[in-house]
């Protein structure tokens, strides 16, 4: 298995002059220091691959132990485009992605590791708040159906830790090639359920802290929580 972070971003609505995922945390780490140690905790930190774009250069000189895809269109593409940048690489692997901006409790990863070992596609999501602009999911027979912000009645949030396995991967690299360059990545996923069957479980890690910054009130929120 591979493992990917997304942080090629730029982060515009947190305000940083840096790349969002060095925010510096109330625990003195930065937002991928938590990452990265909590992901290490569990699995080789060689595996480890960090999309870079905006600001490249200051997250490679403060993580030289990692390996980097970077994505030069950072400033015109969305995460469709850079997760596509770093799937192109492991196309016969199973990967574990995080959205650059997610600081999580370390335990939500034994939730996950269950469907890891058994190699089965899922998304992680909250089922406790629904929240008008976050990612929301529906279900049929078990499995995801609607993916994406615009999702009504949605039965939760995907929470931006993602798994794709390593017989659904090629599929899934189709369908992100297809998707706009302003696309989320979610949406290369719900036009791969909706047009190829992918079977993408809904895995609830709601019992553990998992927080998304996007703005300053998250970013208070996620401190207050540390």
């Not at 790349?19 to 060689?46: C, E, V, W």
């Not at 490679?60 to 593409?77: A, Q």
């Amino acid at each position: 298995m591979k493992i990917i972070i997304l942080a090629a971003g730029i982060g515009s609505r947190l305000g940083n002059p840096f790349p969002k995922p060095l925010t510096p945390l109330k625990n003195g780490k930065s937002i991928m220091k938590m990452q990265t140690d909590n992901i290490a905790s569990r699995y080789d930190i060689d595996d480890i691959n960090v999309v870079v774009g905006f600001k490249k250069d200051l997250i490679m000189e403060r993580f030289p132990e990692l390996t980097y895809v970077y994505n030069p269109f950072f400033d015109r593409t969305n995460t469709s485009k850079s997760l596509l940048q770093a799937l192109k690489k492991h196309k016969d692997k199973s990967v574990l992605w995080f959205n650059g901006d997610v600081v999580f409790d370390e335990r939500l990863l034994d939730i996950l590791d269950p469907y890891i070992k058994k190699d089965e596609s899922f998304v992680a999501v909250n089922t406790s708040k629904v929240a008008e602009e976050e990612v929301k999911y529906t279900l049929k027979d078990g499995y995801i159906n609607e993916l994406s912000k615009t999702v009504k009645n949605g039965l939760g949030e995907a929470v931006g830790i993602n798994f794709i396995s390593s017989k659904d991967i090629k599929t899934f690299i189709r369908h992100l090639e297809a998707c706009d360059v302003n696309d989320y990545f979610e949406r290369g996923l719900e036009t791969g359920i909706e047009n190829d069957g992918l079977k993408i479980q809904a895995v609830d890690i709601s019992q553990y802290n998992c927080m998304e910054i996007d703005f300053l009130e998250d970013l208070e929120n996620v401190n207050n929580m540390l």
